[in-house]
């Protein structure tokens, strides 16, 4: 029987290892320890315009 979480269907054990090796042999990606992870910080963007929304009134 597959896991799910809030929809998505979990990898097996199998699966997730595999995952693991691809992102290994991948030179442009890496899982971040833990003390990289408590350096990030959240990024706030700011929201723009919807498109074609009108200019303000003058």
Do not use: C, H
């Amino acid at each position: 029987m597959q896991q799910t979480y809030k929809g998505f269907i979990l990898p097996t054990a199998e699966e997730e290892a595999e995952i693991q090796r691809g992102i290994e042999l991948d030179p442009d990606t890496w899982n971040l320890s833990y003390e990289e992870f408590e350096q990030l910080t959240p990024v706030v963007l700011p929201m723009s315009e919807p498109a074609g929304a009108l200019p303000p009134a003058t």
